[in-house]
C-alpha cells in the first residue's frame, strides 16, 4: 500500500495539475478490500514526507468522475470509523495531494459532514484563541494551537460551483486545521504544548476535581 502511495507523490512532483486523477491516485482510491482507507502517518517517515507536500487543486473534470465518487464515500467512512473517529479528514491524510477536505459542521442543524473543493481562506476575523487539537495523522498525542476564531472561506461544491461562507467558532477551527494539511502544513509546528493521552486524561481529572 504504502509502495503506491509514494509514486503517487513522485508522479505529483513532475507533472502539473492534471484533468483528470492520476492513475497512481486511481489505484490508492480503489486500494484495499474496506471502506476505510490507510492514514498517513507523521510518525513513518515516508509518510511523513508526502504529507509535508502542497496539494494540487481539483479540476471540474476530476470532480464529474467516478473516482471522485469513490474517493468522497472512502474519505467519508475513514473520518467516521469508530476506531479512529475525527471531525474532519483532507485527502492527503488518505495518500491523494489533492485539495479536498471533508469537515463536521457543527454549525449546522444535525452537525452533517460536508465536502470542499479548492478551499482557500480568504478573510481571517477578529482575534485568535488557543484550543486543544488532535489529527488523525498524528496518533496518541494533543496539543493546543492558537486559531482565528471567524473565517471567510472560499471553495467549489460538488457540483464544482463557486462560494463564499463566513465560519465561526470551533468549526472554523477545524477548517484552519484541515486547510493547513493541504499546504503540506501539521499542527504541531503551530502547537504551544502536547500532551499525551495519560497527561491529557490527568489534566482533565484535576479541572473535574477543582469543580
Known amino acids: 500500500m504504502r509502495n503506491i502511495l509514494y509514486a503517487i507523490f513522485f508522479a505529483l512532483m513532475t507533472t502539473s495539475c492534471n484533468q483528470k486523477f492520476t492513475a497512481e491516485e486511481s489505484a490508492t482510491i480503489h486500494a484495499g478490500e474496506r471502506e476505510i482507507m490507510y492514514v498517513l502517518s507523521v510518525t513513518e517517515s515516508p509518510d511523513s514526507t508526502i504529507l509535508r507536500q502542497k496539494s494540487l487543486p481539483i479540476s471540474e473534470q476530476m470532480v464529474q468522475s467516478e473516482d471522485f465518487t469513490l474517493l468522497r464515500r472512502r474519505m467519508l467512512a475513514t473520518v467516521q470509523d469508530p476506531e479512529n473517529e475525527g471531525v474532519g479528514i483532507a485527502a492527503p491524510q488518505v495518500g491523494i495531494s489533492r485539495q479536498m477536505v471533508a469537515v463536521q459542521r457543527f454549525d449546522k442543524e444535525g452537525e452533517p459532514f460536508e465536502f470542499f473543493i479548492n478551499p482557500e481562506i480568504v478573510e481571517r476575523i477578529g482575534e ?22 471567524t473565517i471567510r472561506l472560499r471553495y467549489r461544491d460538488e457540483q464544482f460551483v463557486e462560494h463564499e461562507e463566513l465560519i ?16 503540506g502544513h501539521i499542527y504541531t509546528e503551530k502547537a504551544e504544548k502536547m500532551l499525551t493521552p495519560e497527561e491529557l486524561e490527568e489534566l482533565m481529572a484535576a479541572q473535574e476535581e477543582d469543580e
Open 128 to 149: 485568535k484563541k488557543a484550543g486543544g487539537e488532535g489529527c488523525l495523522s498524528v496518533p496518541e498525542i494533543r496539543g493546543d494551537v492558537e486559531r482565528w476564531q
Open 168 to 183: 465561526e467558532g470551533f468549526t472554523a477551527v477545524i477548517f484552519q486545521h484541515e486547510l493547513d494539511h493541504l499546504d
